[in-house]
């Protein structure tokens, strides 16, 4: 079958619960960029060792080996706006019980791994939720756009606004971004909370259905789509190497360029100001080729920019790769993101994402952990060169896939989709 390109520049309309469910979503990111931010340095402070280091960014992916395809088949099965404000509930009182640690000083690394842990292990049902909640909100023919706008909210609160105030929070104590964070999370349920949507019809579940069965149909389900099954292996790939890079960028920042505290912070504001521009192109670049090839278009330019982050020894070089990366990466997400949820039925939403996730973020704790030892034995400068070889045989792997672009998920039955032949 031919495939059938989507309308991919339609706005989404502001009412009817997007805008709120936008409010909470960029509320939230502002308070997890603070803490995504400290918790590096404040890891330096406790350790050395580049391996422990990057443990901690581990940490914080290894649930979605765990729990993912749960939480996609839990999300299929409840309202998932109930289960997105008492997530965002739980995860804010324990950030705020980690805050009264830190602020006490008995911050450690134990305790930050049990924290990522914790607060991962519940992102796995907030975000399959969240993913499956959106076709409720707006048409699918403005989902790209819907995705788009999402993204690019929580980049402006969490990098632009957020990451360069993490420093001056530090000054005033190693538990003010923790504490801050704890508020964005409790902020963010009462407006998901506030959301006043009728919970999508459900078809009755076949008698002796249960978990472990929904999650089968969501892997078959991925696997059998060659478009989403290519994607996934390439974001995979992709996850491995940024797993690499992040987990030891801030020892790449401060001991191998001596930029100090201030150069990690300008690195993740120049990723962020680079994904707020990539979030306005990201729709643009599907509607010139397609949003698999809108991904061959990001991959690549990714691949030269963690190639000049590995090689050139200035904090400049580094500012217009990061901002180079932050880009692709929000056109990357954006049309991944917006292939898959137009590709699934609409019942089967929270169960394919969670597949996606799962299969694609196991890469992230690998990539963490060969990255702290990439440092360890190439020097620090090895995890963005071995991010950028992962990058260069991920856009390769997604080259077949290129012919078959955006089918359309019919808009009066979401039980049917029209593939592309792949």
Same mark, same amino acid.
């Given at each position: 079958?031919?495939?059938?390109? *989507? ?14 469910l936008?409010?909470?979503a960029v509320v939230?990111?502002?308070?997890d960029?603070?803490r995504?931010?400290a ?6 402070? &406790?350790t @050395?060792?580049p ?18 395809? &749960?939480?996609?088949?839990?999300a299929?099965r409840?309202?998932?706006?109930? =289960?997105m404000?008492?997530v965002d ?10 805050? &009264?640690a ?12 049990a924290?990522?842990?914790a607060? *991962? ?5 907030f975000?399959?939720?969240? *993913?499956?909640?959106?076709?409720s909100l ?6 790209g ?5 999402l ?10 606004? =957020?990451?360069?105030?993490v ?5 005033a104590g ?5 504490a ?11 407006l ?9 019809e459900?078809?009755?579940r076949p008698?002796?259905?249960t ?5 089968? %149909?969501?892997?078959?389900?991925l696997w059998?789509d ?10 995979l790939?992709?996850?491995?190497g940024?797993g690499?890079?992040?987990?030891t960028?801030?020892?790449?920042? *401060? ?5 100090g ?10 990723y962020s @100001?680079?994904?707020? =521009? ?6 643009r670049?599907?509607r010139?080729?397609?949003?698999v090839? =809108?991904?061959?278009? @990001?991959g690549g330019v990714?691949?030269?920019?963690l ?14 790769g990061?901002?180079?990366?932050g ?6 997400n954006?049309?991944?993101v917006?292939l898959? %949820? %137009? ?15 799962t ?5 992230a704790?690998l990539?963490a ?10 020097g &620090?400068?090895g995890p ?7 990058f260069?045989?991920?856009?390769t ?14 808009r009066?039955?979401?039980s049917?989709?029209?593939r592309?032949?792949c």
């Amino acid at each position: 079958m031919a495939a059938v390109e *989507t309308a991919v520049g339609r706005a989404p309309a502001w009412r009817g619960g997007f805008g709120r469910l936008w409010t909470a979503a960029v509320v939230s990111r502002f308070g997890d960029a603070l803490r995504t931010a400290a918790l590096p340095l404040l890891a330096v402070h &406790l350790t @050395a060792d580049p391996l422990v280091i990057a443990s901690v960014t581990a940490c914080g992916y290894v649930p979605w080996l765990l729990f993912g395809l &749960l939480g996609g088949a839990v999300a299929d099965r409840t309202d998932q706006r109930r =289960a997105m404000w008492a997530v965002d509930t739980v995860r804010g009182l324990l950030v705020a019980g980690f805050a &009264l640690a830190a602020g006490l000083g008995h911050a450690s690394i134990p305790l930050l791994l049990a924290l990522a842990f914790a607060l *991962t292990t519940l992102q796995t049902l907030f975000d399959n939720a969240s *993913t499956a909640l959106l076709p409720s909100l707006v048409d699918r023919e403005a989902l790209g756009g819907a995705n788009a706008r999402l993204m690019t909210g929580q980049q402006i609160a969490g990098g632009l606004l =957020a990451a360069p105030l993490v420093p001056v929070l530090l000054l005033a104590g190693a538990a003010m971004p923790f504490a801050a964070d704890a508020g964005t999370y409790l902020a963010a349920a009462a407006l998901v909370a506030s959301l006043r949507i009728r919970p999508p019809e459900r078809e009755p579940r076949p008698a002796g259905s249960t978990l472990r069965t929904e999650m089968g %149909q969501g892997l078959r389900a991925l696997w059998g789509d060659g478009a989403l099954r290519a994607t996934c292996g390439a974001t995979l790939l992709c996850n491995i190497g940024m797993g690499a890079l992040i987990a030891t960028l801030v020892l790449h920042v *401060t001991r191998w360029l001596h930029a100090g505290n201030a150069g990690y912070a300008a690195a993740m504001t120049a990723y962020s @100001a680079g994904s707020i =521009a990539g979030g306005f192109v990201a729709q643009r670049i599907a509607r010139r080729t397609g949003r698999v090839r =809108a991904l061959l278009v @990001a991959g690549g330019v990714q691949t030269s920019a963690l190639l000049v982050i590995g090689c050139v020894r200035q904090l400049a070089a580094l500012l217009v790769g990061m901002l180079l990366l932050g880009a692709m990466n929000m056109v990357w997400n954006v049309n991944q993101v917006t292939l898959m %949820q %137009q590709r699934s039925p609409g019942a089967m939403v929270g169960r394919i994402a969670s597949a996606f996730r799962t299969a694609s973020t196991s890469g992230a704790p690998l990539g963490a952990v060969l990255g702290g030892a990439a440092a360890r034995v190439w020097g &620090l400068n090895g995890p963005a060169l071995l991010a950028a070889v992962l990058f260069g045989v991920a856009v390769t792997s997604l080259i077949p896939a290129r012919k078959a672009d955006v089918p359309v998920v019919a808009r009066e039955d979401d039980s049917a989709t029209a593939r592309a032949a792949c």
